[in-house]
T-cell receptor, first 114, second 113 residues
């Protein structure tokens, strides 16, 4: 199946700093990418949907200025957590979908803000 | 609108015994249905998917699921549990093929020796 690579797998950052997470589709063109957040022992919650070349669509309750999403190419989307705080600590997962394909998930990024 | 219910938050079985993880869905469209597995601190791995073809779907690692439209169910089964099956399992529904994923709350499977 198609491969979606997410980097880094783990990151620890200081409170107040920004963290960038990358999501790459390695062998297909991802016209749409999705970003999810997963709290401990809970299911995945969709944060935003991004289509290549256009602004991301954020789910209700997700701060777009806090979670910056860029999808500038057909193989790369980035999620930047700005001015991170301990409550932003979570597991973030991306998925990518091409035209006529199902969505494939990345391996996830464990963010810890100290 | 779509939704997914996973009736059991935690299922515990003995190694070598059958596994049943239950999933019910609601969808305004003919749904696509998926089961994903997540091992601790790992991403999601697709176990199997139903996309309006055969109602009995076989997946990886001996898992299978049956789509029952009359019961709006898509239960996941495996004849014999293995220790490595211990993980979190998510049932997912989408409209159209791979669009608008809605995740169930997850079922944690424990496998006892």
């Amino acid at each position: 199946g198609a491969v979606v690579s997410q980097h880094p797998s783990r990151v620890i950052c200081k409170s107040g700093t920004s963290v960038k997470i990358e999501c790459r589709s390695l062998d297909f063109q991802a016209t749409t990418m999705f970003w999810y957040r997963q709290f401990p022992k809970q299911s995945l919650m969709l944060m935003a949907t991004s289509n290549e070349g256009s602004k991301a669509t954020y789910e209700q309750g997700v701060e777009k200025d806090k979670f910056l999403i860029n999808h500038a190419s057909l193989t790369l989307s980035t999620l930047t957590v700005t001015s991170a705080h301990p409550e932003d600590s979570s597991f973030y997962i991306c998925s990518a979908r091409g035209i006529g394909t199902e969505a494939f998930f990345g391996q996830g990024t464990r963010l810890t803000v100290v | 609108a779509q939704s997914v219910t996973q009736l059991d938050s935690h299922v515990s079985v003995s190694e070598g015994t059958p596994v049943l993880l239950r999933c019910n869905y609601s969808s305004s469209y003919s749904p696509s249905l998926f089961w994903y597995v997540q091992h601790p601190n790992k991403g999601l791995q697709l176990l199997l998917k139903y996309t309006s073809a055969a109602t009995l779907v076989k997946g990886i690692n001996g898992f299978e699921a049956e789509f029952k439209k009359s019961e709006t169910s898509f239960h996941l089964t495996k004849p014999s549990a293995h220790m490595s099956d211990a993980a979190e399992y998510f049932c997912v529904v989408s409209d159209n093929y791979g669009q608008n994923f809605v995740f169930g709350p997850g079922t944690r499977l424990s496998v006892l020796p």
